[in-house]
T-cell receptor, first 112, second 114 residues
């Protein structure tokens, strides 16, 4: 069985501050991990993914995430928040690229 | 953007009526999915399909059925809608295959059951 836990349903940061969104997963097999972003009234779009190879992955819009097997984590970071980053972010896990399991989401608020 | 459309985009219906949502893709991907999104729950898988006429249940399949008679279309049916099925429904496709797979999402259908 696989599952994802996202700590913090709401995160608020000031513009220019570090963004850190937490994701921990549970998987009995090697996981493949994803971060998606959802803007209001839109579908989800892929930010970045970890499949194999380098554990630090870079995505769009300056986001990156690091796969830490020992901590079963895949936290999303961005050095400097921008107002346009305000959205909801979802972490997802799969072991076979056929069924994907999503976390409950974290809403990011960016204050001017 | 992946070619995924959902229809209708908004629907209001009454308890007890049947409702069918349609997902259409132009990517020829094998896997298609229906999710519902509710506050505090993220996305929960209702049903998915791994080929024409091949479907399987997800974690919240009760009250829903699906059909896939063509590669490009995946239908979600609520046989008798209930207020608990008020939600935003997302269709997704998965491709191109193997470790390069990722999910692409449609724009969503907002369903209100009165």
């Amino acid at each position: 069985a696989q599952s994802v836990t996202q700590l913090g349903s709401h995160v608020s940061v000031s513009e220019g501050a570090l963004v850190l969104l937490r994701c921990n997963y549970s998987s009995s097999v090697p996981p493949y991990l994803f971060w998606y972003v959802q803007y209001p009234n839109q579908g989800l779009q892929l930010l970045l993914k970890y499949t194999t190879g380098a554990t630090l992955v870079k995505g769009i819009n300056g986001f990156e995430a690091e796969f830490k097997k020992s901590e079963t984590s895949f936290h999303l970071t961005k050095p400097s928040a921008h107002m346009s980053d305000a959205a909801e972010y979802f972490c997802a896990v799969t072991s076979n690229f056929n069924k994907f399991y999503f976390g409950s989401g974290t809403k990011l608020n960016v204050k001017p | 953007d992946a070619g995924i459309t959902q229809s209708p985009r908004h629907k209001v219906t009454e308890t007890g009526t049947p409702v069918t949502l349609r997902c259409h893709q132009t990517e020829n991907h094998r896997y298609m999915y229906w999710y519902r999104q509710d506050p505090g729950h993220g996305l929960r898988l209702i049903h998915y399909s791994y080929g024409v006429k091949d479907t399987d249940k997800g974690e919240v399949s009760d009250g829903y059925s699906v059909s896939r008679s063509k590669t490009e279309d995946f239908l979600l049916t609520l046989e008798s809608a209930t207020s608990s099925q008020t939600s935003v429904y997302f269709c997704a496709i998965s491709g191109p295959g193997g470790v390069n797979n990722e999910q692409f999402f449609g724009p969503g259908t907002r369903l209100t059951v009165l």
